[in-house]
Nanobody
Framework: QVQLVESGGGLVQPGGSLRLSCAASGSIFSITTMGWYRRAPGKQRELVATAISGGSTNYADSVRGRFAISRDDAKNTVYLQMNSLKPEDTAVYYC??????????????WGPGTQVTVSS
């Protein structure tokens, strides 16, 4: 079994910063992609950022230049540094990982989500 545990959400004023963390644990051989998605009230879930093993990253246009994704593969952890936050960044943020098991079988996993609220 694999678990993703997120932390770091909360309430922040516009222009502020937050750092989200997501740690994967369990039966892991390797992790190919880790990333973050979000779902704002009344909207569909959308990609925020992904980081592929080897260093390649991808960002949604709406966060590029403000958010930064990074990985610590030794800790099976992905981070999302969020700067210059806007009210429209308010959403539940979900961690995502594509994990290869010790039997070399890849599966997608999701964390339970962490609330980020940007408001004055």
């Amino acid at each position: 079994q694999v678990q993703l545990v997120e932390s770091g959400g909360g309430l922040v004023q516009p222009g502020g910063s937050l750092r989200l963390s997501c740690a994967a644990s369990g039966s892991i051989f390797s992790i190919t992609t880790m990333g973050w998605y979000r779902r704002a009230p009344g909207k569909q879930r959308e990609l925020v950022a992904t980081a592929i093993s080897g260093g390649s990253t991808n960002y949604a246009d709406s966060v590029r230049g403000r958010f930064a994704i990074s990985r610590d593969d030794a800790k099976n952890t992905v981070y999302l540094q969020m700067n210059s936050l806007k009210p429209e960044d308010t959403a539940v943020y979900y961690c995502y990982a594509n994990i290869v098991s010790p039997s070399y079988y890849p599966l997608n996993y999701w964390g339970p989500g962490t609330q980020v609220t940007v408001s004055s």
